[in-house]
């Protein structure tokens, strides 16, 4: 879980909202009323909608249908990738006790994801045999010589009969 970058006041326009994703570089934002309490998420694709259906821009985000996906702090990742994955979401806001307290993006799930995989294949990783660690410590043992030229065998010949050196 992350820190949220910001939240946006349930009074904020639907122009100030825009600008603040705008600069936060952010598709969605947690909008939150005068005690903090989460309301949902006001997004690009709110944006978007409000946009293009011509509402005005001076209309407050208590008006607006905000996208309500949230997750719990005590979620299985599973469940988390599973909130992303139908909503369509880059992030999903942590919410504890009406309060967004942070938010999960794909990047920290998958880091979650793969830290705990490598933790497991790291306890499945066989143990090192008996020959193999006395070859180790004994490494001189394993050596094999290099074997003496034959002067009578075809293959250390040339093609003129003469020795290859």
Sequence with gaps: MT???????VDTTIEEANQILLNTS????PVVDEDDDF???FTSLNWAELYANGAPLDTPLSAVDLDQVAVTADMRPSQVLASLVDNNASAVVVVEDKKAVGWIT??????????QQSSALEKLRPAPSFMSRFRDRYPRLFQREAKPKNP???QQ???N???NE
């Design 157 to 159: 010949r040339g093609k």
């Design 161 to 163: 009969g003469k020795k």
């Design 26 to 29: 952010m598709t969605r934002l």
């Design 152 to 154: 009578r065998d075809p």
């Design 3 to 9: 820190s949220i970058p910001a939240k946006i006041s």
């Design 106 to 115: 794909q990047k920290d799930l998958v880091a979650l994801m793969y830290q």
């Design 39 to 41: 309301l949902g998420c």
